[in-house]
């Protein structure tokens, strides 16, 4: 099994949570996944609510401008709900235990069959020919 470099049924080292002044958990030092805190930060203050108040407002405006996020822990933060309360910008309700209402979502699997049938392309020329 080491050979083959195949994990035994070991679990991995814990995460290692460190409190920030500012309030936010941080796993590894910012590396890695993403909290409530990096998506006010790289997300939502910088990008999407400034887009969502441009399209509501606007020349050709659209006031019943709706956000639609799904049910991520970050998303749902009462941090992220105070500042989407701030900013004025509706959020669509998002029930807990949803199906996908996305109509891609259920063709992936069968799109990922058809398109590895003869194997995944290794090499750059494959992918040139392709």
Avoid at 27 to 52: C, M, S, T
Wanted: negative net charge; contains cysteine.
């Amino acid at each position: 099994m080491e050979r083959l470099r195949v994990r035994s049924n070991v679990p991995g080292p814990k995460p290692k949570f460190r409190h920030e002044e500012n309030g936010a958990y941080v796993v590894k030092d910012g590396k890695g996944g993403i909290n409530w805190y990096r998506h006010q930060d790289e997300v939502l203050k910088p990008h999407l609510l400034p887009f969502a108040c441009e399209c509501r407002q606007g020349e050709n405006g659209r006031p019943d401008t709706v956000v639609m996020e799904d049910g991520a822990a970050a998303h749902k933060s009462d941090y992220s709900d105070e500042l989407y309360i701030s900013w004025e910008v509706v959020r669509m309700l998002w029930p807990a235990n949803s199906p996908d209402l996305n109509m891609i979502e259920p063709c992936w699997f069968y799109m990922k069959v058809e398109t590895t049938k003869k194997g995944g392309i290794t090499s750059d020329v494959e992918l040139r020919e392709a």
